[in-house]
Antibody, heavy 121, light 109 residues
Framework: QVQLVQSGSELKKPGASVKLSCKTS????????INWVRQAPGQGLEWMGW????????TYAQVFKGRFVFSLDTSVSTAYLQISALKAEDTAKYYC??????????????WGHGTTVTVSS | SYVLTQPPSVSVAPGQTAKITCGVQ??????VHWYQQKPGQAPVLVIY???DRPSGIPERLSGSTSGNTATLTISRVEDGDEADYYC????????????FGNGTKVTVL
C-alpha cells in the first residue's frame, strides 16, 4: 500500500539546521508530487510548498522562501525538507503529503505521520 | 490568491447532522477538498473534488458547493467524528497553491 514514512523527532538549538526525510513506497515516486505542510502547536495547517518529483523543481509558498529547501533522492524514493538558521518559531510538526490530480484538480491524498521539530536553547 | 474562511467551531449532538462551511473568494471552477485531523494524528483526506469520497470514507460524510461556499456535511454524527476539519483549494498563483482554511473543530456533545 502507499506509505509515506517520515523521520523521527528533532530537538535543535536556534541557528542550527535540520533535514527531515519522507520515504515513500507503494507507488511510482516520480508520478506524484510531494507537498510539505507545517502545523505549529495548537494551530492549523500551513502549506509550505511542493516539489515536482519528475523534474525536481520546487515551489515555495512566499513565507517559506529563503531558509527552507526541498530536495529529492529518487534512488530511494525519498523527499527531504531542510531548514537552516532555525528559530523558535520553526517549532512545529512538519508533514509530507502526496499530491495527486483528478480531472486537473490537485489534492493531497496520502500523508506522512509528521515529524516534530523543537527549536530551543 | 484564495482566502478560505471556516467557522472556528461547530457543536453537534450524536445522531444529528453537522455542516461545516468554507467560504472561498472567487471559487470559480476550482474544486474544494476536505481533510479530517483527529487529535495527535496526521490529516486524512475525506472529500476531494467537492463531493467525491476516497475509499474507506463513510457515506455519512459528503461535500457540496454553492456559489462561493463549500460545505462538508456529516450525517448521523458519531463520537469518532470529533476532529478538526480543513478545506483546501489548489490555487492558480504559484506561491499560493495549496491554500488551507483555518480549520473547524467539530465537538460531539
Amino acid at each position: 500500500q502507499v506509505q509515506l514514512v517520515q523521520s523521527g523527532s528533532e530537538l535543535k538549538k536556534p541557528g542550527a539546521s535540520v533535514k527531515l526525510s519522507c520515504k515513500t513506497s507503494g507507488y511510482m515516486f516520480n508520478k506524484y508530487g510531494i507537498n510539505w505542510v507545517r502545523q505549529a502547536p495548537g494551530q492549523g495547517l500551513e502549506w509550505m510548498g511542493w516539489i515536482n518529483t519528475n523534474t525536481g523543481n520546487p515551489t515555495y509558498a512566499q513565507v517559506f522562501k529563503g531558509r527552507f529547501v526541498f530536495s529529492l533522492d529518487t534512488s530511494v524514493s525519498t523527499a527531504y525538507l531542510q531548514i537552516s538558521a532555525l528559530k523558535a518559531e520553526d517549532t512545529a510538526k512538519y508533514y509530507c503529503a502526496r499530491l495527486t490530480s483528478v480531472f486537473g484538480n490537485y489534492h493531497m491524498d496520502v500523508w506522512g505521520h509528521g515529524t516534530t521539530v523543537t527549536v530551543s536553547s | 490568491s484564495y482566502v478560505l474562511t471556516q467557522p472556528p467551531s461547530v457543536s453537534v449532538a450524536p445522531g444529528q447532522t453537522a455542516k461545516i462551511t468554507c467560504g472561498v473568494q472567487n471559487l470559480g471552477t476550482k474544486s474544494v477538498h476536505w481533510y479530517q485531523q483527529k487529535p495527535g494524528q496526521a490529516p486524512v483526506l475525506v472529500i476531494y473534488n467537492d463531493n467525491d469520497r476516497p475509499s474507506g470514507i463513510p457515506e455519512r460524510l459528503s461535500g457540496s458547493t454553492s456559489g462561493n461556499t463549500a460545505t462538508l456535511t456529516i450525517s448521523r454524527v458519531e463520537d469518532g467524528d470529533e476532529a478538526d476539519y480543513y478545506c483546501q483549494v489548489w490555487g492558480t498563483s504559484s506561491d499560493h497553491r495549496g491554500v488551507f482554511g483555518n480549520g473547524t473543530k467539530v465537538t460531539v456533545l
